[in-house]
């Protein structure tokens, strides 16, 4: 079945970087896009960004650029996320989701059909 | 940025009830980047509408969407027990947002 499988929570210090990963089973991993979505202790769900697979092109948020980079390795269908320059407020829960894009002439739907268990991640001194 | 803006932050019904959750946006979405999900807690977001109004896969038809422009509605016709959980609206044009939730409690 189609999946997306996390790498296990982390704990990191204040200044560190921090690397998720996000492997795909079950489709065709570069017939869609990846998006990224993280969500602080209580709070609601940030968009961080986007990476298409097929050519590696990637749109972040502007809260994020320069502090995140979202990579992809197809040969072992796992996406990436890395995070520089932690602080505290960067404490949350960090999905990986799919992102379909399908034709509506003559626009497109998007939409994030399939999701990650979620990656913990605790910036603590 | 496009803000999404969901009402109310909390609805209290009961099972069998009827719940309607407002998403309106700070400028016009395309229809098509609108779409709703649903979190519970310890669980990651699920997928319900996509473009506004098409059920995902497997979504029970008392879920619908509607709406165009600025406004749209997430309806849950006959509430049953799983049902009770936040639910976002989110759109995908140039920077994606999500709304800040609605809680649906028993």
């Known amino acids: 079945q189609v999946q997306l499988v996390q790498s296990g929570a982390e704990v990191k210090k204040p200044g560190a970087s921090v690397k998720v990963s996000c492997k795909a089973s079950?489709?065709?991993?570069?017939?869609?896009?990846i998006t990224w979505v993280r969500q602080a202790p209580g709070q609601g769900l940030e968009w961080m960004g986007w990476?298409?697979?097929?050519?590696?092109?990637?749109k972040y948020a502007q809260k994020f650029q320069g502090r995140v980079t979202m990579t992809t390795e197809t040969s072992t269908n796992t996406a990436y996320m890395e995070l520089r320059s932690l602080r505290s407020v960067d404490t949350a829960v960090y999905y990986c989701?799919?992102?379909?894009?399908?034709?509506?002439?003559?626009?497109?739907?998007?939409?994030?059909?399939?999701w990650g268990k979620g990656t913990t991640v605790t910036v603590s001194s | 940025e496009i803000v999404l803006t969901q009402s109310p932050g909390t609805l209290s019904l009961s099972p069998g009830e009827r719940a309607t959750l407002s998403c309106k946006a700070s400028?016009?979405?395309?229809?098509?980047?609108l779409a709703w999900y649903q979190q519970k807690p310890g669980q990651a977001p699920r997928l319900l509408i996509y473009?506004?109004?098409s059920r995902a896969t497997g979504i029970p038809d008392r879920f619908s969407g509607s709406g165009s422009g600025t406004d749209f509605t997430l309806t849950i016709s006959r509430l049953e027990p799983e049902d009770f959980a936040v639910y976002y609206c989110?759109?995908?044009?140039?920077?994606?947002?999500f709304g800040q939730g609605t809680k649906v409690e028993i």
């Open positions: 989701a799919r992102v379909a894009v399908v034709a509506a002439n003559p626009s497109f739907y998007y939409y994030m059909d399939v």
């Open positions: 079950g489709y065709t991993f570069n017939t869609y896009a």
């Open positions: 990476i298409s697979v097929y050519d590696g092109d990637t």
């Open positions: 400028q016009i979405v395309t229809s098509t980047y």
């Open positions: 473009g506004a109004s």
């Open positions: 989110q759109q995908c044009g140039g920077s994606w947002t």
